[in-house]
């Protein structure tokens, strides 16, 4: 369940904007909420009432995946208002390429080496 613990760590930093995520931890939290979102995708389309479920999720997920983009862009030196870039469709494609990127091998104006 070792792969589960970055999907977790960023709800318990749910709003943590500052420090760093490591290229693997954003992916597999990443990796870990498209699996979520899917599975309540089937469930709504199983049955309407779970509309709902998928609606909650989505706000309640807002505020975490901000801050672990923040992070991620801390990771590799950049500030985090970077990610606003995810607002406009041609603004997704530095950030991908940018989330991908490995972070600073030591520590950087935003904290320490991730241990994830």
């Known amino acids: 369940m070792?792969?589960?613990?970055p999907y977790i760590n960023t709800w318990k930093n749910f709003a943590k904007?500052?420090?760093r995520t490591s290229v693997?931890?954003?992916w597999m939290a990443f990796v870990v909420n498209m699996i979520v979102c899917i599975l309540i995708s089937v469930?709504?389309?199983i049955?309407?009432?779970?509309?709902?479920l998928s609606f909650v999720y989505s706000l309640a997920f807002l505020i975490p995946w901000w801050a672990l983009m923040f992070r991620r862009?801390?990771?590799i030196g950049k500030p985090g208002g970077w990610a606003f870039l995810s607002l406009t469709c041609i603004g997704v494609i530095p950030l991908i390429i940018w989330f991908v990127r490995a972070g600073d091998p030591e520590e950087n104006l935003?904290?320490?080496v991730?241990?994830?």
Do not use: C, K, N, V
């Not at 049955?47 to 709902?52: G, L, Q, Y």
């Open 110 to 112: 935003y904290g320490p």
């Open 73 to 75: 862009l801390h990771d």
């Open 114 to 116: 991730p241990e994830e």
């Open 17 to 19: 904007f500052d420090g």
């Open 24 to 26: 693997r931890g954003f």
């Open 2 to 5: 070792e792969f589960l613990q």
């Open 47 to 52: 049955s309407e009432i779970f509309s709902i």
């Open 43 to 45: 469930l709504t389309h």
